[in-house]
């Protein structure tokens, strides 16, 4: 998640993205009820059986504190079992991600999954994108792979490099640097599957944002995209703001495609076409005041809609779930700050 918003040829299986759609319409006009907690899908195929109500692992990152207690209140929150959590390291200097243990141990009682947000750079700017693609600091993400694997977090997702495609991170990339951000991404990815094999490695780009530089608009898919032996699941954090938000079906429909950047249909396309799974870091509502549409209850209702459409390959999705100024999206009691989307989430999940 940056803390700014700023979002600014089809691929092969257009039939596919078509019948995505038509669902995802269907569903949003059906709302029907969530189902009861099934087995089955790339969720149990990569980590085991969910303990949600759905046959993906659902949860949020919940703002303030990092914790397994607070990770589980979500679930006593919106009543059913919270089993995805997400966190991040510390990312200031190569020696602050690789000791940024307490950001695994805090969620010691959480028994889900956690969901590791891997920097591929420090923000201190000291290294490049090629440095990591060298294999300068493979030290660094060997040890956050032990680390995990040594605290029975073996089976970890793992986003390496998360919205590579954005601007505000240390290894954001662009068309120029687009083949360093593949070498570095499929290095690490190797790196830590030696370390702790069963890790769960996600390519997961920001939906909306164009790859810099690019002439197409799946450029931020298909130019950064490491490879499939790299990676196991392919995924997007979308918010409800700018060229991926939607108040109506029309709005919703051009979202899910945006005219210049990969939407959320199109990163279900490229994963289903490679028999990847399907993640959903981060998703949620966005503020008036950046470009978001507010307590809006029809973009909860159509995330749901298209979760479960791709019920058959999503593996996970968080809520992200912020109450910090920059974004204000709190939807839980402890931080009220749009009852009507909290109203719906709650009884759709």
């Not at 954090?237 to 938000?245: A, E, K, N, Q």
């Not at 981060?282 to 809006?296: F, I, Q, R, S, V």
Request: overall charge positive.
């Amino acid at each position: 998640m940056r803390s700014l918003a700023s979002s600014a040829t089809r691929i092969g299986a257009a039939a596919g993205v078509a019948l995505l759609l038509a669902t995802t319409s269907a569903g949003l006009a059906a709302e029907a009820s969530p189902p009861a907690g099934k087995p089955g899908g790339q969720a149990e195929r990569y980590i085991g059986r969910s303990a949600s109500a759905h046959s993906w692992y659902s949860g949020a990152w919940t703002g303030g504190y990092l914790s397994g207690t607070r990770a589980k209140r979500w679930g006593a929150w919106r009543g059913t079992v919270s089993d995805a959590a997400l966190t991040y390291p510390e990312r200031g200097t190569w020696q602050k991600i690789a000791g940024s243990t307490w950001h695994i141990d805090t969620f010691k009682n959480f028994r889900g999954v956690l969901v590791y947000g891997m920097p591929l750079l420090p923000s201190d700017g000291s290294s490049s994108l090629a440095d990591v693609a060298a294999g300068k600091h493979d030290a660094v993400f060997r040890k956050v792979a032990r680390d995990l694997q040594r605290r029975n977090r073996g089976r970890s997702i793992v986003r390496i490099g998360w919205e590579g495609n954005g601007h505000w991170y240390a290894w954001s990339a662009d068309a120029s640097n687009a083949a360093d951000y593949r070498r570095a991404f499929a290095r690490v990815s190797t790196v830590m599957k030696k370390s702790a094999p069963k890790l769960v490695i996600d390519f997961d780009i920001n939906c909306g944002s164009p790859l810099r530089g690019g002439s197409n608009r799946l450029d931020a898919l298909t130019k950064l995209y490491p490879g499939d032996r790299y990676v196991d699941l392919i995924g997007c954090d979308v918010y409800d703001w700018h060229t991926t938000g939607a108040t109506n079906s029309s709005e919703w429909r051009q979202a899910l495609q945006p005219e210049n950047a990969p939407g959320l249909a199109d990163v279900a396309a490229f994963a289903r076409k490679r028999g990847k799974g399907l993640s959903v870091p981060e998703w949620g509502l966005a503020k008036t005041e950046t470009g978001g549409n507010g307590d809006n209850p029809f973009f909860i209702r159509s995330m749901r809609s298209f979760f479960t459409s791709n019920a058959d390959i999503l593996v996970m999705e968080g809520y992200f779930n912020e109450h910090a100024e920059y974004i204000r999206n709190s939807l839980w009691s402890e931080k009220p700050q749009n009852p009507k989307s909290a109203q719906v989430y709650r009884s759709l999940w």
